[in-house]
Every structure is written in structure tokens, then in C-alpha cells.
């Protein structure tokens, strides 16, 4: 049976999925003077997607020449937002990467690409993070730190708001309808919308909302991710966020469940996980109840590695990654349609730049990077 609410709004855009992506897309939208509007299925601070929660690494180790222009860029941006919404985002605490594969010259490669960074010996980092052990070389960059997520997604919509977009909470769409004329009905319960261009940025439930329309996608996984929160012992401890890589012969890693990362979330404790380890699932039909085997792990992680920690006070969260074959992201058009997904764990920190890729697709029918192209 096809959906068919009053055919009653026409939009000149229309962004489905507010989280921290959709919200940024229509940010750039309203403020470029665009009529956008954002539709959410769940309400505000909702902790059902991927963009919930007070931390995410602002982590500048890419190599990549194409992530590391975005990551300039996002780092311009994420001080432009705060400076408009008046609300703080980027804490710069730094970022360490330690443990196997972290090369001797890749503080100089992540220099040549304009970021700050240096190698430092195990004692040193020792010294100076006594929460973290480390037992290797340690990459440190001081252009790096944490995102505070929730309060990011509430301020990319409150700035499109004020720049006349307009933004529907609690407002499932039911059916994303490509038609003959090149337009687009966008179907919720009780409204169609028939806009010029849409925005997809449905996060897990990508998949499911345009499997109809017929649009090709690269594969993408949906797993749910479990890091948790871990009480702090020591107020006083300096936490940047940290990554942290097994080396795969060495058998004290048999217990690892995948690379492994954290930060701390102000008010929460320090948030330790594995990445990109969950299990797949139905973003809509998941239990949240802890994985108690990776928990189990995490927690022996958190004695073997953060001192700092109470690893018995672990308090589980549960998030949701959509990860294509090679984690690069899609940004890319399909006629009149603008897709932004496959986030693979990595997303958040680029968010105003995805915002303004998303942006420049749906406004100038531009071509993506090669790399984000939907082609596959
Ligand atoms: C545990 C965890 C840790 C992470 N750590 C980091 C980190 O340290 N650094 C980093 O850079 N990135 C990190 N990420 C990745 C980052 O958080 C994501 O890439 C990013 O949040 C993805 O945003 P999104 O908008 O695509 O997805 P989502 O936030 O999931 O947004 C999709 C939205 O679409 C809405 N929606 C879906 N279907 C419909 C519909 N039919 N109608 C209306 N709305 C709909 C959903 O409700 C949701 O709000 C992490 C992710 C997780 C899960």
C-alpha cells in the first residue's frame, strides 16, 4: 500500500534525518538563504542514532590528503558554529595514538599536512597521562580533541532555525518518492512533501528508506557499538582522547576485540571502546542490553591499560555505526536526490564539512570527490 499524506508543501529542499549530518546540511542550507526543511522521526537529544552522547574524538591522525583538507576545513567551521550558537564545541585536549603501527615518521607525514605533531617516548606520555599506560612510542598532536556531541546537533539546528530553516521533530517519514518530473515526494503520516531536491541523511536506516526509490548504494553494515563510561579516580588527570592499536601476532592482544579508543566525557568518566567490533543489527529492533563478552573485555582493557579508571564502574552505552566496505563516506547525487551516509565511526568530526559537501550537491548539482562518489 503506498502512503500518501495531503499533498500540501512544497519545499525547495527537504533534509531527511536530523542527526548530526542532516543538522548540518541544513545549517549550510539556511544559511546560504535556501528554503529547507529538516525532518526527524525522534525528538530533540534523542539517543536512538549515532550522534548522542557529550564526546567524540576530534582526531586529526589521517593520512589521507583528502580527510586531512576536510579536517582543516571542519576545524574552521566547528569555531564558526560556536562563535554564531554562542555554544562551546571543539575542546582541543589533544589526541595520542599508541601501540603497534604507529610509524617513527608519522608525526612528519601529519606535519606536511599542516597539523601539528610529534613522537613522544612511553615514559614521557606516562608522565604526562598518568590515567593511560603506555608502552610504546607515542604519537601526540595537540591539534586534536573532543566534540561534545549533543550539544553540537542541538546548535546546528538552533542555527538553522535562526537562519529561517525550518526544523520537524517527531516527524517520521514513511516514503522517500522519486518521480518522473525529477521531483521528489517526501511522505510522512500526515503530510507529502514535493520538493525540488532531498537530503538523505537517515544514518542506519538509510538503506531501508531508499531501498524503493531504486537508488544503487555501496554495501554498508549496521552494527551496534557498545563502548562504555568508566569512573574516574583521579579528578586532577589530564585526559586527551586516545587511540589505540593490537598488535595482531602479540598474544597479551588474544582478548581484543578490535582496535581500541576513548576520551573523556566531562561529567561521565573517561569512555572507553573497541572499533567497529559490534555485532550487526536492525537499528530498530535492538535490545540495548550490554554484549557481555566485549563488555567483559573492555573492562580487563580498562585494568591493563587505564590506570586511571575504576574498571568495575563501567556504564555501558549503546550507538549505532554504518560502515561501508572501505569507511570512506558516500556524499554523493542521484538525480534529484542528495545522500549522505556510511559514516563507518569516524563521521562526527568532519560534520560542517559533510554539512557543506551535502550543501554544495544539493544547490550547485556538483560532483562528489571520487573518493565519496556513490559509485561502486
Ligand atoms: C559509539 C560511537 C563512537 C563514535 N566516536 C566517534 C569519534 O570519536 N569521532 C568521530 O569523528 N566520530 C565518531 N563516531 C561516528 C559519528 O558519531 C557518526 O559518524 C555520526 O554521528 C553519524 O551521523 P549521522 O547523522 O549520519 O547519523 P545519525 O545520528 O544516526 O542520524 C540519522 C538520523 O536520521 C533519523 N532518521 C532515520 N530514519 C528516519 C526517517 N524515516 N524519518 C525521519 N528521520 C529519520 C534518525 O532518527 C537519526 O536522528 C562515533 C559513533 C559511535 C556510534
Known amino acids: ?17 536530523g542527526g548530526a549530518m542532516g543538522s548540518a546540511a541544513a545549517w549550510q542550507l539556511a544559511g546560504r538563504g535556501r528554503q529547507v526543511t529538516l525532518l526527524e522521526r525522534f ?3 534523542h539517543t536512538m542514532g549515532a550522534s548522542h552522547g557529550r564526546s567524540r574524538n576530534f582526531n586529526i591522525t589521517y593520512e589521507k590528503p583528502a580527510y586531512a583538507v576536510l579536517l582543516h576545513e571542519a576545524a574552521r567551521l566547528w569555531r564558526e558554529l560556536e562563535h554564531d550558537s554562542g555554544t562551546p564545541l571543539l575542546e582541543l585536549v589533544g589526541i595520542v595514538n599508541h601501540g603497534a603501527g604507529v610509524r617513527p615518521d608519522l608525526a612528519d607525514v601529519l606535519g606536511a599536512l599542516g597539523f601539528q605533531a610529534s613522537m613522544l617516548a612511553p615514559e614521557e606520555a606516562n608522565e604526562r597521562w598518568a590515567g593511560i599506560r603506555f608502552d610504546t612510542r607515542v604519537l601526540f598532536s595537540p591539534d586534536g ?10 546548535a546546528l539546528q538552533s542555527e538553522a532555525v535562526r537562519h529561517g530553516g525550518e526544523v520537524l521533530l517527531q516527524t517520521p517519514v514513511v516514503e522517500v518518492r522519486p518521480r518522473s518530473d525529477d521531483r521528489v515526494e517526501v511522505v510522512t503520516d500526515d503530510t507529502t512533501y514535493l520538493a525540488e531536491t532531498v537530503v538523505v541523511t537517515a544514518g542506519a536506516w538509510t538503506e ?24 574516574v579516580l583521579d579528578p586532577t588527570f589530564d585526559w586527551p582522547g586516545w587511540n589505540h592499536m593490537p598488535a595482531p ?24 571502546g573497541w572499533h567497529a567490533a559490534g555485532p550487526a543489527c536492525d537499528p530498530d529492533a535492538r535490545t540495548f542490553a550490554p554484549e557481555p563478552v566485549q563488555l567483559a573485555a573492555l573492562q ?31 556524499l554523493d547525487r542521484i538525480g534529484p ?3 549522505g551516509a556510511g559514516f563507518s565511526g569516524h563521521g562526527f568530526k568532519f560534520v560542517p564539512s559533510v554539512g557543506r559537501i551535502l550543501a554544495d550537491l544539493a544547490t550547485h548539482n556538483s560532483r562528489p570527490e571520487s573518493r565519496f562518489s556513490a559509485r561502486w
Open 43 to 45: 525528538g530533540a537529544r
Open 249 to 272: 601476532d602479540e598474544a597479551r592482544y588474544d582478548y581484543w576485540h578490535a582496535p581500541a579508543y576513548g576520551t573523556l566525557t566531562p561529567g561521565e568518566g573517561v569512555k572507553a
Open 337 to 339: 536526490l542528495v545522500v
Open 300 to 330: 580487563r582493557y580498562a585494568r591493563e591499560w587505564l590506570p586511571g579508571v575504576d574498571a568495575e564502574a563501567a556504564a555501558p552505552i549503546s550507538c549505532t555505526y554504518t560502515s561501508t566496505v572501505d569507511t570512506d563516506f558516500v
Open 145 to 154: 580533541g573532543r566534540l561534545d556531541a549533543d550539544e553540537a546537533v542541538v
Open 208 to 231: 531501508r528508506l531508499l531501498g524503493p526509490s531504486a537508488v544503487a548504494l555501496p554495501p554498508m553494515v549496521v552494527t551496534e557499538e557498545q563502548p562504555a563510561h568508566f569512573a
Open 1 to 17: 500500500m503506498t502512503h500518501t499524506g495531503p499533498v500540501a508543501e512544497h519545499r525547495e529542499i527537504v533534509v531527511v534525518g
